[in-house]
């Protein structure tokens, strides 16, 4: 919708990786993928962490795939010592903002210095 907040190749995937997040693909039977979303350490010492790369292919949207990826995402994380979680999405991205505040995240003021007013950033305690 927007490009990229940062930079494609500024993201290593091992931050991705476990013990510090978790990728998860969602696929058809067919084996085609239709979403994805991910979850990285942003604090470790205050045990907080960050939703990334959340994305559903337009043909698989309402079908609540995003939901059952963040929904995954949150547990893993949870079960994995993550205390709050963090996440931004684009201001108009309707759809984005529907699903995170129906999932009991709150608006919160920018955590990312320099980002652009056409972000939002929510968060979630995990406790």
């Not at 990334?52 to 309402?62: E, H, L, Q, T, Y």
């Amino acid at each position: 919708m927007y490009g990229f907040a940062d930079s494609p190749e500024s993201q290593a995937v091992s931050d991705y990786g476990e013990p510090r997040g978790l990728l998860l693909v969602g696929y058809k039977p067919s084996g085609e993928p239709v979403g994805c979303g991910g979850y990285r350490t942003y604090d470790r010492q205050e045990r907080l962490v960050e939703v990334r790369k959340m994305f559903v292919s337009p043909d698989n949207r309402g079908q609540g795939l995003g939901r059952r990826i963040l929904d995954h995402l949150e547990q893993h994380a949870a079960t994995h010592g993550a205390r709050g979680i963090l996440l931004e999405t684009g201001s108009l991205n309707r759809a984005a903002i529907r699903l995170y505040s129906g999932a009991g995240y709150q608006p919160i003021p920018s955590y990312v210095p320099g980002r652009c007013e056409l972000n939002r950033a929510f968060a979630k305690s995990l406790n």
